[in-house]
């Protein structure tokens, strides 16, 4: 299992954080993801051998948010 943490650019609300846990939440490999408004940013657990990085990027991206930084741990 790999964790990544993303800053996100464009959340407005805690609406925004919750929709892109689910979203993250639906990604096949992922194990567990969070994401916080106040802290600007999503935590993923998930299978690198299912999904790579960038594909979590790109979903993110694609749903109109932009991630800023990435850090991996």
């Known amino acids: 299992m790999n964790t990544a943490t993303f800053k996100i650019e464009g959340m407005h609300c805690d609406g925004c954080a919750a929709n892109i846990q689910s979203l993250l939440e639906r990604k096949a490999g992922v194990q567990k993801a ?26 993110i991206e694609n749903s109109g948010y932009r991630v800023a930084n990435r850090n991996r741990g």
């Open 34 to 59: 969070g994401a916080s408004f106040k802290e600007g940013e999503a935590r993923i657990l998930y299978d690198s051998n299912a999904v790579t990085e960038e594909q979590l990027v790109t979903a």
